[in-house]
């Protein structure tokens, strides 16, 4: 299994990226995906997530800036992200998780950096 994240870079603050993330996975549609994050010396945390029915969560700190979403025919995830911030710098880990069978799957990350 493989998730391929895409689309981390510099942005300024204020400033937009769209990340991707391919998963080589079978059914991919029953997989809960989800975007998390981790900044130096930092704990990786949730940023956001969508169920397998696209309903999604969102972490306080990226409400109303930030929007999941996925294209089941595409086995893709996507997190746009707008009005970026500084404190928004981070790897960003796209995530598969399957309650069925709680298997969990990680890509490889990519980083984001937003100056000020």
């Known amino acids: 299994v493989q998730l391929q994240a895409s689309g981390g870079g510099l942005a300024q603050a204020g400033g937009s990226l769209r990340l991707s993330c391919v998963a080589s996975?079978?059914?991919?549609?029953?997989?809960?995906m989800g975007w998390y994050r981790q900044a130096p010396g930092k704990t990786r945390d949730l940023v956001a997530t969508?169920?397998?029915?696209?309903?999604?969560i969102y972490a306080d700190s990226v409400k109303d800036r930030f929007t999941i979403s996925r294209d089941n025919a595409k086995n893709t995830v996507y997190l746009q992200m707008n009005s970026l911030k500084p404190e928004d710098t981070a790897v960003y880990y796209c995530?598969?998780?399957?309650?069925?069978?709680?298997?969990?799957?990680w890509g490889q990350g990519t980083l984001v950096t937003v100056s000020s």
């Open positions: 996975l079978d059914m991919f549609n029953v997989y809960f």
């Open positions: 969508i169920t397998s029915g696209s309903t999604t």
């Open positions: 995530n598969a998780r399957s309650i069925a069978s709680a298997s969990t799957y």
